[in-house]
Protein backbone atom coordinates (compact mmCIF):
# COMPACT_ATOMS: atom_id res chain seq x y z
CA UNK A 1 0.00 0.00 0.00
CA UNK A 2 1.23 3.32 -0.93
CA UNK A 3 1.95 5.66 1.81
CA UNK A 4 -0.82 8.14 2.95
CA UNK A 5 1.65 10.68 3.10
CA UNK A 6 5.22 12.16 1.96
CA UNK A 7 7.80 11.01 4.46
CA UNK A 8 8.74 13.98 7.16
CA UNK A 9 12.12 15.12 7.19
CA UNK A 10 14.40 14.30 9.94
CA UNK A 11 16.70 17.07 10.97
CA UNK A 12 19.63 16.90 13.86
CA UNK A 13 19.62 18.50 15.89
CA UNK A 14 22.65 17.96 17.97
CA UNK A 15 23.02 14.83 19.39
CA UNK A 16 20.13 14.80 21.91
CA UNK A 17 17.04 16.04 19.54
CA UNK A 18 15.39 15.53 16.30
CA UNK A 19 12.97 18.40 13.77
CA UNK A 20 10.63 16.74 12.63
CA UNK A 21 9.74 18.90 9.81
CA UNK A 22 6.54 18.19 7.79
CA UNK A 23 7.13 21.52 5.87
CA UNK A 24 8.98 24.23 4.94
CA UNK A 25 6.07 26.60 5.38
CA UNK A 26 2.98 27.30 7.52
CA UNK A 27 0.45 24.76 6.13
CA UNK A 28 -2.51 23.37 7.97
CA UNK A 29 -1.97 20.04 7.11
CA UNK A 30 1.73 20.63 8.30
CA UNK A 31 0.52 21.99 11.43
CA UNK A 32 -2.48 19.27 11.51
CA UNK A 33 0.18 16.08 11.23
CA UNK A 34 2.35 17.98 13.75
CA UNK A 35 0.03 17.82 16.45
CA UNK A 36 -1.32 14.09 15.45
CA UNK A 37 2.37 13.16 15.92
CA UNK A 38 2.81 14.97 19.14
CA UNK A 39 -0.70 13.52 20.49
CA UNK A 40 0.91 9.56 19.89
CA UNK A 41 4.29 10.16 21.40
CA UNK A 42 2.18 11.27 24.25
CA UNK A 43 -0.18 8.16 24.44
CA UNK A 44 2.51 5.79 23.22
CA UNK A 45 5.37 7.27 24.66
CA UNK A 46 9.21 6.21 23.53
CA UNK A 47 11.64 5.47 25.57
CA UNK A 48 14.08 8.10 26.32
CA UNK A 49 12.10 10.87 24.64
CA UNK A 50 11.59 13.50 26.91
CA UNK A 51 10.16 16.33 25.76
CA UNK A 52 8.46 17.44 22.54
CA UNK A 53 8.08 20.83 20.70
CA UNK A 54 5.39 21.11 18.33
CA UNK A 55 5.65 24.36 15.40
CA UNK A 56 3.52 25.25 12.84
CA UNK A 57 5.55 23.05 10.80
CA UNK A 58 7.51 20.54 12.93
CA UNK A 59 7.86 18.74 16.08
CA UNK A 60 11.27 18.71 17.84
CA UNK A 61 11.68 15.37 19.98
CA UNK A 62 14.03 15.54 22.59
CA UNK A 63 15.69 12.71 23.80
CA UNK A 64 18.16 11.08 26.07
CA UNK A 65 21.41 9.58 23.74
CA UNK A 66 22.40 7.26 26.61
CA UNK A 67 18.99 5.30 26.22
CA UNK A 68 18.24 5.61 22.44
CA UNK A 69 20.24 6.62 19.28
CA UNK A 70 19.30 8.97 16.30
CA UNK A 71 18.86 6.25 13.69
CA UNK A 72 17.01 4.25 16.34
CA UNK A 73 14.85 6.79 16.89
CA UNK A 74 14.62 8.35 13.52
CA UNK A 75 13.32 5.46 12.44
CA UNK A 76 10.35 5.07 14.83
CA UNK A 77 9.44 8.38 14.06
CA UNK A 78 9.24 8.00 10.31
CA UNK A 79 6.93 5.40 10.79
CA UNK A 80 4.68 7.12 13.45
CA UNK A 81 4.66 9.94 11.08
CA UNK A 82 2.58 7.56 8.54
CA UNK A 83 -0.51 6.82 10.77
CA UNK A 84 -3.55 8.61 9.49
CA UNK A 85 -4.41 12.02 10.60
CA UNK A 86 -7.86 11.12 12.86
CA UNK A 87 -10.24 13.34 10.87
CA UNK A 88 -12.28 14.70 14.16
CA UNK A 89 -9.46 14.83 16.61
CA UNK A 90 -11.46 16.15 19.66
CA UNK A 91 -10.04 19.11 20.63
CA UNK A 92 -10.79 21.73 23.47
CA UNK A 93 -12.48 25.14 22.28
CA UNK A 94 -11.61 28.31 23.94
CA UNK A 95 -13.92 31.44 23.98
CA UNK A 96 -11.28 34.19 24.59
CA UNK A 97 -12.52 37.88 25.59
CA UNK A 98 -10.62 40.79 23.72
CA UNK A 99 -10.99 44.71 24.21
CA UNK A 100 -10.42 46.34 20.65
CA UNK A 101 -8.81 49.45 19.61
CA UNK A 102 -7.82 52.38 21.59
CA UNK A 103 -5.08 51.95 24.84
CA UNK A 104 -5.60 48.21 24.53
CA UNK A 105 -4.75 47.72 20.38
CA UNK A 106 -2.72 50.58 19.65
CA UNK A 107 -2.59 49.63 15.50
CA UNK A 108 -6.38 48.82 15.32
CA UNK A 109 -7.19 51.99 13.27
CA UNK A 110 -4.00 51.84 11.10
CA UNK A 111 -4.37 48.55 10.29
CA UNK A 112 -8.09 49.24 9.38
CA UNK A 113 -6.70 51.95 7.06
CA UNK A 114 -3.46 49.56 5.67
CA UNK A 115 -6.25 47.06 4.56
CA UNK A 116 -9.20 50.10 3.52
CA UNK A 117 -11.66 49.07 5.43
CA UNK A 118 -12.85 50.20 9.21
CA UNK A 119 -11.95 49.48 12.19
CA UNK A 120 -15.24 47.44 13.36
CA UNK A 121 -14.77 45.45 10.12
CA UNK A 122 -11.09 44.21 11.37
CA UNK A 123 -12.87 43.40 14.48
CA UNK A 124 -15.68 41.75 13.01
CA UNK A 125 -13.55 40.09 11.17
CA UNK A 126 -11.07 38.74 13.70
CA UNK A 127 -13.74 37.57 16.43
CA UNK A 128 -15.41 35.28 13.59
CA UNK A 129 -12.13 33.55 13.10
CA UNK A 130 -12.58 29.37 14.23
CA UNK A 131 -8.50 28.95 15.51
CA UNK A 132 -6.29 26.76 16.38
CA UNK A 133 -3.49 26.62 18.87
CA UNK A 134 -0.53 25.68 16.40
CA UNK A 135 2.26 26.59 18.95
CA UNK A 136 3.42 28.38 21.87
CA UNK A 137 6.87 29.65 22.62
CA UNK A 138 9.11 32.50 22.57
CA UNK A 139 8.00 33.25 26.08
CA UNK A 140 5.48 31.49 28.68
CA UNK A 141 2.25 31.48 27.07
CA UNK A 142 2.67 33.22 23.54
CA UNK A 143 0.56 31.11 21.48
CA UNK A 144 0.45 31.40 18.05
CA UNK A 145 -2.76 30.90 16.24
CA UNK A 146 -3.05 29.69 12.70
CA UNK A 147 -6.55 30.12 10.68
CA UNK A 148 -6.66 34.04 10.61
CA UNK A 149 -8.66 34.54 7.35
CA UNK A 150 -6.71 36.18 4.54
CA UNK A 151 -7.83 39.78 4.39
CA UNK A 152 -6.56 40.06 8.18
CA UNK A 153 -2.83 38.95 6.42
CA UNK A 154 -0.63 42.08 7.14
CA UNK A 155 3.50 42.35 6.98
CA UNK A 156 4.78 42.68 10.00
CA UNK A 157 6.08 46.40 11.58
CA UNK A 158 8.93 47.66 10.04
CA UNK A 159 10.33 48.85 13.14
CA UNK A 160 9.57 45.65 15.82
CA UNK A 161 8.45 47.56 19.55
CA UNK A 162 10.34 46.44 22.51
CA UNK A 163 7.69 46.25 25.09
CA UNK A 164 4.42 45.29 23.63
CA UNK A 165 1.96 44.92 26.82
CA UNK A 166 0.85 41.39 28.94
CA UNK A 167 -2.12 39.65 26.97
CA UNK A 168 -1.65 41.65 24.10
CA UNK A 169 -3.73 39.93 21.00
CA UNK A 170 -2.09 40.56 17.75
CA UNK A 171 -1.67 40.29 14.24
CA UNK A 172 1.52 39.34 12.18
CA UNK A 173 2.18 37.63 8.59
CA UNK A 174 -0.74 35.08 8.38
CA UNK A 175 -0.86 34.53 12.10
CA UNK A 176 -2.59 36.17 14.58
CA UNK A 177 -2.01 35.10 18.92
CA UNK A 178 -2.22 36.06 22.80
CA UNK A 179 0.93 36.62 24.38
CA UNK A 180 0.97 36.32 27.97
CA UNK A 181 4.19 38.20 29.09
CA UNK A 182 5.51 41.60 27.85
CA UNK A 183 8.03 41.60 25.90
CA UNK A 184 9.16 42.94 21.77
CA UNK A 185 6.69 42.19 19.69
CA UNK A 186 6.66 43.43 15.03
CA UNK A 187 2.98 42.30 15.69
CA UNK A 188 -0.06 44.62 14.95
CA UNK A 189 -1.62 45.30 18.17
CA UNK A 190 -5.61 44.64 18.13
CA UNK A 191 -6.48 44.52 21.73
CA UNK A 192 -6.02 42.85 25.28
CA UNK A 193 -7.32 40.30 27.24
CA UNK A 194 -7.87 39.88 30.19
CA UNK A 195 -7.11 36.13 29.94
CA UNK A 196 -3.32 34.54 31.57
CA UNK A 197 -2.45 32.10 29.08
CA UNK A 198 0.62 31.50 32.06
CA UNK A 199 -0.05 32.04 35.52
CA UNK A 200 2.34 30.88 37.97
CA UNK A 201 0.39 30.12 41.44
CA UNK A 202 -2.83 29.02 39.20
CA UNK A 203 -4.12 25.50 38.31
CA UNK A 204 -3.56 24.78 35.37
CA UNK A 205 -0.63 27.10 35.02
CA UNK A 206 -0.32 26.69 31.15
CA UNK A 207 -4.27 27.22 30.21
CA UNK A 208 -4.07 26.56 26.39
CA UNK A 209 -2.27 23.39 25.01
CA UNK A 210 -1.22 22.66 20.90
CA UNK A 211 -4.05 21.49 19.03
CA UNK A 212 -6.86 23.40 21.08
CA UNK A 213 -9.30 25.86 19.11
CA UNK A 214 -9.65 29.64 20.00
CA UNK A 215 -12.73 31.81 19.64
CA UNK A 216 -12.52 35.58 20.70
CA UNK A 217 -15.44 38.09 21.83
CA UNK A 218 -15.48 41.50 22.22
CA UNK A 219 -15.75 42.79 25.43
CA UNK A 220 -15.71 46.85 26.45
CA UNK A 221 -13.36 48.56 28.72
CA UNK A 222 -15.04 47.90 32.10
CA UNK A 223 -15.78 44.67 31.79
CA UNK A 224 -12.20 44.26 30.49
CA UNK A 225 -11.02 46.00 34.02
CA UNK A 226 -13.44 43.60 36.33
CA UNK A 227 -11.73 40.44 34.65
CA UNK A 228 -8.43 41.86 34.69
CA UNK A 229 -8.58 42.22 38.46
CA UNK A 230 -10.73 39.11 38.82
CA UNK A 231 -7.77 36.53 36.65
CA UNK A 232 -5.09 38.17 38.56
CA UNK A 233 -6.56 36.71 41.37
CA UNK A 234 -6.44 33.37 39.90
CA UNK A 235 -9.61 33.10 37.62
CA UNK A 236 -9.31 31.36 34.30
CA UNK A 237 -11.72 33.62 32.47
CA UNK A 238 -11.81 32.19 29.17
CA UNK A 239 -15.29 29.96 28.36
CA UNK A 240 -14.12 26.30 27.80
CA UNK A 241 -16.97 25.54 25.45
CA UNK A 242 -16.46 22.05 24.14
CA UNK A 243 -13.55 19.24 25.33
CA UNK B 1 18.79 30.10 61.15
CA UNK B 2 22.73 29.79 59.27
CA UNK B 3 23.26 32.07 56.28
CA UNK B 4 25.29 32.99 53.29
CA UNK B 5 25.67 36.21 53.03
CA UNK B 6 26.07 37.63 49.52
CA UNK B 7 29.07 41.38 50.39
CA UNK B 8 29.64 41.32 46.69
CA UNK B 9 29.14 39.96 43.60
CA UNK B 10 29.52 39.56 39.88
CA UNK B 11 27.44 40.84 37.66
CA UNK B 12 25.38 37.41 35.42
CA UNK B 13 25.68 35.67 38.75
CA UNK B 14 22.90 33.79 39.71
CA UNK B 15 21.12 30.50 41.30
CA UNK B 16 21.23 27.88 38.80
CA UNK B 17 20.86 24.05 39.24
CA UNK B 18 19.89 21.29 35.87
CA UNK B 19 17.00 23.18 34.75
CA UNK B 20 13.78 23.35 34.63
CA UNK B 21 13.08 20.67 31.06
CA UNK B 22 9.40 19.50 30.44
CA UNK B 23 7.38 22.55 29.50
CA UNK B 24 9.43 24.03 26.57
CA UNK B 25 5.84 23.52 24.85
CA UNK B 26 4.57 26.15 26.54
CA UNK B 27 7.12 28.59 25.97
CA UNK B 28 9.00 27.97 29.54
CA UNK B 29 12.84 28.68 28.96
CA UNK B 30 14.83 25.24 30.60
CA UNK B 31 17.79 27.80 31.94
CA UNK B 32 19.81 25.53 34.23
CA UNK B 33 24.00 25.58 34.61
CA UNK B 34 26.12 26.94 32.12
CA UNK B 35 28.56 24.55 32.40
CA UNK B 36 27.40 21.61 34.02
CA UNK B 37 30.50 19.95 34.91
CA UNK B 38 31.24 22.58 36.83
CA UNK B 39 27.75 22.84 38.82
CA UNK B 40 28.51 18.62 39.37
CA UNK B 41 31.86 18.69 40.14
CA UNK B 42 30.75 21.73 43.04
CA UNK B 43 27.97 20.19 44.32
CA UNK B 44 30.11 16.71 44.83
CA UNK B 45 32.78 18.51 46.54
CA UNK B 46 30.10 19.89 49.12
CA UNK B 47 28.54 16.36 49.61
CA UNK B 48 25.07 17.33 47.49
CA UNK B 49 23.18 15.13 44.85
CA UNK B 50 24.71 16.16 41.36
CA UNK B 51 22.46 18.68 39.71
CA UNK B 52 21.58 20.44 43.89
CA UNK B 53 21.16 24.67 43.01
CA UNK B 54 24.65 26.78 43.47
CA UNK B 55 25.71 29.71 42.31
CA UNK B 56 26.79 30.53 39.21
CA UNK B 57 29.05 33.17 39.37
CA UNK B 58 30.01 35.48 36.42
CA UNK B 59 33.70 36.55 35.21
CA UNK B 60 34.14 39.40 38.01
CA UNK B 61 35.18 38.46 41.61
CA UNK B 62 32.09 37.62 44.20
CA UNK B 63 32.31 37.65 48.27
CA UNK B 64 30.31 35.49 50.89
CA UNK B 65 30.15 35.85 54.45
CA UNK B 66 28.87 33.11 56.93
CA UNK B 67 26.35 34.54 59.44
CA UNK B 68 25.20 32.48 62.73
CA UNK B 69 27.10 29.21 62.11
CA UNK B 70 29.52 28.18 59.78
CA UNK B 71 29.16 27.33 56.14
CA UNK B 72 30.49 24.47 54.14
CA UNK B 73 31.16 25.50 50.28
CA UNK B 74 32.92 24.24 47.31
CA UNK B 75 34.18 25.71 44.45
CA UNK B 76 34.40 24.17 40.84
CA UNK B 77 33.97 25.52 37.43
CA UNK B 78 36.60 28.35 36.11
CA UNK B 79 39.14 28.70 38.85
CA UNK B 80 39.93 32.03 40.53
CA UNK B 81 42.33 32.74 43.75
CA UNK B 82 40.16 32.24 46.71
CA UNK B 83 40.95 33.24 50.53
CA UNK B 84 39.08 33.39 53.84
CA UNK B 85 40.60 35.79 56.04
CA UNK B 86 44.20 36.20 53.91
CA UNK B 87 44.51 32.15 54.04
CA UNK B 88 44.67 30.82 50.24
CA UNK B 89 41.96 28.28 49.43
CA UNK B 90 43.00 25.65 46.79
CA UNK B 91 40.19 25.84 43.84
CA UNK B 92 38.38 22.73 43.62
CA UNK B 93 38.23 21.75 46.84
CA UNK B 94 35.96 22.18 49.50
CA UNK B 95 36.12 24.64 52.52
CA UNK B 96 34.52 25.55 56.01
CA UNK B 97 33.40 29.56 56.39
CA UNK B 98 33.56 29.90 60.20
CA UNK B 99 30.77 31.92 61.72
CA UNK B 100 31.38 35.24 60.25
CA UNK B 101 34.75 35.19 58.24
CA UNK B 102 34.51 35.29 54.43
CA UNK B 103 35.43 33.55 51.69
CA UNK B 104 36.34 35.90 49.17
CA UNK B 105 37.17 35.03 45.10
CA UNK B 106 38.81 37.02 42.28
CA UNK B 107 38.50 37.18 39.03
CA UNK B 108 37.43 34.46 36.25
CA UNK B 109 41.09 32.95 34.92
CA UNK B 110 40.43 31.70 31.71
CA UNK B 111 36.95 31.14 31.52
CA UNK B 112 33.65 33.02 32.65
CA UNK B 113 31.67 30.80 35.30
CA UNK B 114 32.49 29.38 38.39
CA UNK B 115 30.23 27.59 40.59
CA UNK B 116 29.90 27.61 44.54
CA UNK B 117 28.20 24.86 45.83
CA UNK B 118 26.37 24.29 49.15
CA UNK B 119 26.34 21.90 51.60
CA UNK B 120 22.34 21.13 52.28
CA UNK B 121 21.85 22.75 48.94
CA UNK B 122 19.70 26.25 49.30
CA UNK B 123 16.79 26.53 50.99
CA UNK B 124 13.54 27.43 49.66
CA UNK B 125 10.55 26.16 47.11
CA UNK B 126 11.74 25.31 43.38
CA UNK B 127 9.48 26.60 40.54
CA UNK B 128 8.62 23.82 37.89
CA UNK B 129 10.64 21.67 39.92
CA UNK B 130 13.95 23.80 39.65
CA UNK B 131 15.51 26.46 41.49
CA UNK B 132 17.19 28.20 38.56
CA UNK B 133 17.08 31.99 37.85
CA UNK B 134 15.20 32.94 34.90
CA UNK B 135 15.22 36.87 35.09
CA UNK B 136 13.15 37.63 32.07
CA UNK B 137 9.91 35.67 33.37
CA UNK B 138 10.47 36.10 36.90
CA UNK B 139 11.36 32.81 37.88
CA UNK B 140 13.78 31.41 40.22
CA UNK B 141 14.64 30.65 44.01
CA UNK B 142 15.25 32.23 46.72
CA UNK B 143 15.19 35.13 44.32
CA UNK B 144 13.67 35.80 40.83
CA UNK B 145 16.71 37.50 39.45
CA UNK B 146 20.70 37.77 39.73
CA UNK B 147 21.90 37.81 42.91
CA UNK B 148 22.83 41.33 44.18
CA UNK B 149 25.37 42.37 47.44
CA UNK B 150 23.47 42.37 50.26
CA UNK B 151 21.40 39.49 49.64
CA UNK B 152 21.30 36.79 52.55
CA UNK B 153 20.47 32.77 51.62
CA UNK B 154 19.46 30.39 54.09
CA UNK B 155 21.80 27.53 54.69
CA UNK B 156 22.23 24.58 56.67
CA UNK B 157 25.00 24.61 59.32
CA UNK B 158 27.94 23.37 58.30
CA UNK B 159 28.57 19.48 59.32
CA UNK B 160 31.89 18.02 60.78
CA UNK B 161 34.18 15.67 58.96
CA UNK B 162 36.85 16.93 56.46
CA UNK B 163 37.02 18.63 53.55
CA UNK B 164 37.03 17.08 49.95
CA UNK B 165 39.11 17.28 46.72
CA UNK B 166 38.50 15.98 43.20
CA UNK B 167 40.75 14.34 40.39
CA UNK B 168 38.97 16.08 37.34
CA UNK B 169 39.73 14.76 34.45
CA UNK B 170 42.45 16.53 32.17
CA UNK B 171 40.14 19.61 30.45
CA UNK B 172 39.05 18.58 26.59
CA UNK B 173 41.02 21.54 24.71
CA UNK B 174 40.93 21.86 21.16
CA UNK B 175 37.89 23.00 18.34
CA UNK B 176 34.03 23.12 19.85
CA UNK B 177 32.46 20.13 17.91
CA UNK B 178 29.65 20.61 16.17
CA UNK B 179 26.57 18.45 14.40
CA UNK B 180 25.26 20.14 11.44
CA UNK B 181 21.47 21.26 10.63
CA UNK B 182 18.67 20.99 11.51
CA UNK B 183 19.10 23.99 8.57
CA UNK B 184 22.27 23.46 7.07
CA UNK B 185 20.45 23.29 3.57
CA UNK B 186 19.50 27.03 4.16
CA UNK B 187 23.40 27.71 3.11
CA UNK B 188 25.37 27.20 0.31
CA UNK B 189 28.31 24.73 1.02
CA UNK B 190 30.66 27.40 0.47
CA UNK B 191 28.91 28.89 3.53
CA UNK B 192 29.18 26.27 5.43
CA UNK B 193 32.72 25.91 4.33
CA UNK B 194 33.72 29.13 5.42
CA UNK B 195 31.52 28.60 8.84
CA UNK B 196 33.89 25.53 9.51
CA UNK B 197 37.41 27.17 8.08
CA UNK B 198 36.77 30.39 10.24
CA UNK B 199 38.56 31.78 13.93
CA UNK B 200 35.64 33.23 15.69
CA UNK B 201 34.72 35.30 19.05
CA UNK B 202 32.62 35.75 21.39
CA UNK B 203 30.98 39.01 21.29
CA UNK B 204 31.15 40.82 24.56
CA UNK B 205 27.06 41.84 24.21
CA UNK B 206 26.71 37.78 24.85
CA UNK B 207 24.87 36.40 28.03
CA UNK B 208 22.83 33.66 29.14
CA UNK B 209 20.28 33.34 26.42
CA UNK B 210 22.92 33.60 23.59
CA UNK B 211 26.50 34.23 22.61
CA UNK B 212 26.74 36.31 19.74
CA UNK B 213 29.76 35.41 17.33
CA UNK B 214 32.26 38.34 15.43
CA UNK B 215 33.63 36.38 12.36
CA UNK B 216 33.02 36.58 8.74
CA UNK B 217 29.45 37.12 7.42
CA UNK B 218 28.07 33.76 6.80
CA UNK B 219 25.29 34.75 3.97
CA UNK B 220 21.94 32.92 3.29
CA UNK B 221 20.52 30.80 0.21
CA UNK B 222 16.93 32.03 0.25
CA UNK B 223 16.88 34.75 3.11
CA UNK B 224 17.24 34.56 6.84
CA UNK B 225 13.34 34.43 7.80
CA UNK B 226 11.90 30.45 8.08
CA UNK B 227 8.80 29.42 9.93
CA UNK B 228 9.82 28.93 13.97
CA UNK B 229 10.55 26.13 14.66
CA UNK B 230 12.09 24.83 18.02
CA UNK B 231 15.30 25.17 19.53
CA UNK B 232 18.06 23.44 21.58
CA UNK B 233 20.94 24.31 24.00
CA UNK B 234 23.81 24.81 21.39
CA UNK B 235 21.78 25.85 18.58
CA UNK B 236 23.27 28.42 16.46
CA UNK B 237 21.26 30.48 14.48
CA UNK B 238 22.20 33.09 11.82
CA UNK B 239 20.22 35.79 11.86
CA UNK B 240 19.94 38.46 8.75
CA UNK B 241 23.38 40.72 9.58
CA UNK B 242 24.85 36.89 8.75
CA UNK B 243 26.80 36.84 12.30
CA UNK B 244 25.66 33.57 13.96
CA UNK B 245 24.32 33.41 17.97
CA UNK B 246 25.09 30.38 19.65
CA UNK B 247 21.79 29.55 22.05
CA UNK B 248 22.73 29.20 25.30
CA UNK B 249 20.47 28.19 28.66
CA UNK B 250 18.12 31.03 28.94
CA UNK B 251 16.74 30.83 25.24
CA UNK B 252 13.47 31.36 23.63
CA UNK B 253 12.36 27.99 22.72
CA UNK B 254 11.69 28.38 19.44
CA UNK B 255 13.40 30.90 17.33
CA UNK B 256 13.23 32.16 13.12
CA UNK B 257 16.56 32.31 11.72
CA UNK B 258 18.20 28.97 10.26
CA UNK B 259 20.17 27.24 12.31
CA UNK B 260 23.32 26.38 10.59
CA UNK B 261 24.75 23.40 13.46
CA UNK B 262 24.27 22.48 16.81
CA UNK B 263 27.06 22.36 19.53
CA UNK B 264 27.72 19.07 20.78
CA UNK B 265 26.32 18.65 24.76
CA UNK B 266 29.88 17.46 25.79
CA UNK B 267 31.06 20.61 24.30
CA UNK B 268 28.33 22.95 25.58
CA UNK B 269 29.61 23.81 29.06
CA UNK B 270 33.38 24.45 27.40
CA UNK B 271 31.71 26.29 24.56
CA UNK B 272 29.58 28.68 27.70
CA UNK B 273 33.17 29.00 29.37
CA UNK B 274 35.03 30.27 26.40
CA UNK B 275 35.80 34.21 27.40
CA UNK B 276 34.30 37.62 24.99
CA UNK B 277 37.20 38.24 23.48
CA UNK B 278 39.18 34.08 22.41
CA UNK B 279 39.22 33.29 19.60
CA UNK B 280 38.49 29.51 18.79
CA UNK B 281 37.37 27.33 16.09
CA UNK B 282 34.19 24.59 15.23
CA UNK B 283 34.68 21.20 13.85
CA UNK B 284 31.96 19.22 12.48
CA UNK B 285 31.59 15.66 13.72
CA UNK B 286 29.53 12.54 12.71
CA UNK B 287 26.58 11.97 14.11
CA UNK B 288 27.46 8.82 16.22
CA UNK B 289 30.91 10.35 17.31
CA UNK B 290 28.67 13.12 19.09
CA UNK B 291 26.17 10.72 20.62
CA UNK B 292 29.34 8.69 21.96
CA UNK B 293 30.88 11.81 23.41
CA UNK B 294 27.26 12.63 25.21
CA UNK B 295 26.99 9.41 26.58
CA UNK B 296 31.05 9.49 27.93
CA UNK B 297 30.27 12.88 29.23
CA UNK B 298 26.72 12.08 30.96
CA UNK B 299 29.19 9.02 32.41
CA UNK B 300 31.65 11.73 33.52
CA UNK B 301 29.22 13.40 35.64
CA UNK B 302 27.41 10.07 36.89
CA UNK B 303 31.18 8.80 38.34
CA UNK B 304 32.35 12.35 39.37
CA UNK B 305 31.65 11.51 43.12
CA UNK B 306 34.47 8.17 42.57
CA UNK B 307 36.66 10.89 42.05
CA UNK B 308 36.45 12.83 45.65
CA UNK B 309 39.35 12.59 48.32
CA UNK B 310 39.25 13.51 51.67
CA UNK B 311 41.99 16.32 52.70
CA UNK B 312 41.86 15.03 55.91
CA UNK B 313 45.52 13.09 55.71
CA UNK B 314 47.13 16.04 54.62
CA UNK B 315 46.03 18.44 57.40
CA UNK B 316 47.13 15.85 59.68
CA UNK B 317 50.30 15.92 58.40
CA UNK B 318 50.58 19.59 58.30
CA UNK B 319 49.31 19.61 62.12
CA UNK B 320 51.77 17.31 62.78
CA UNK B 321 54.86 18.80 61.58
CA UNK B 322 53.78 22.12 63.43
CA UNK B 323 53.44 19.94 66.06
CA UNK B 324 56.99 18.73 65.29
CA UNK B 325 57.82 22.51 65.63
CA UNK B 326 59.50 22.09 62.09
CA UNK B 327 57.65 24.74 60.54
CA UNK B 328 55.15 27.46 59.60
CA UNK B 329 57.26 27.19 56.28
CA UNK B 330 55.41 23.60 55.88
CA UNK B 331 52.03 24.99 55.73
CA UNK B 332 52.12 26.89 52.87
CA UNK B 333 54.31 24.71 51.32
CA UNK B 334 51.39 22.85 50.10
CA UNK B 335 50.92 22.90 46.58
CA UNK B 336 47.55 24.08 46.25
CA UNK B 337 47.16 22.47 42.62
CA UNK B 338 48.37 18.72 43.48
CA UNK B 339 48.18 18.82 46.83
CA UNK B 340 51.59 17.13 47.41
CA UNK B 341 53.60 18.87 50.54
CA UNK B 342 56.74 19.87 49.23
CA UNK B 343 59.47 21.04 52.11
CA UNK B 344 62.80 22.45 51.53
CA UNK B 345 65.67 20.05 51.96
CA UNK B 346 66.92 19.20 55.09
CA UNK B 347 64.18 20.43 56.95
CA UNK B 348 62.62 17.12 57.94
CA UNK B 349 66.34 16.17 58.52
CA UNK B 350 66.74 18.88 61.20
CA UNK B 351 67.83 18.12 64.55
Known amino acids: MAAPFSPPRLLPSGDSAITVEFSRRIDDEASRRVLALDRILAREPIAGVSETIPTYRSLLVHYDPTKIDFATLGQKLAELAQRPVPASEKSRLWRIPVTYGGEYGVDLEDVAKMLGTTPDNIVARHVAGDYRVAMIGFTPGWSYLSGLQDFLHTSRRQNPRLLTPAGTVSIGGVQTGVQCIAGPSGWHLLGCTPVRTYQLHRDPIFLLEPGDRVKFYQIDAKTYAEQDRAAEHGEIIAELVAA | MT?????????????????????????????????????????????????????????????????????????????????????????????????????????????????????????????????????????????????????????????????????????????????????????????????????????????????????????????????????????????????????????????????????????????????????????????????????????????????????????????????????????????????????????????
Not at chain 2, 107 to 134: H, K, T
Not at chain 2, 218 to 240: C, R, W, Y
Request: aromatic content about 6%.
Open chain 2, 3 to 351: KLAVSSISPASSVQDGGRFGAQRYGLTPSGAMDRLGLVAANCLAGNGLFTPAIEIGPYGAAFKAREGAVRVAMSGTPRVAEIAGRTVAWDTSVTIADGETLKLGLAQGGAFSYLAIEGGLRGEPMFGSFSVNARVGLGTPFPRALQAGDELSVAAASPGPERRIDLPQAVTGPIRIVLGPQNDEFSNEAVTLFLDSEWKISATSDRMGYRLEGPVIKHLHGHNIVSDGTVNGSIQVPGNGQPIVLMSDRGTSGGYPKIATVITADFGRFAQIPAGTAFRFRAVSMEEAQLEARKFAELLRTLPDRLAAIESFDLNIEALQDANVAGVAVSAVDARTWQVSLPAGVLTQE
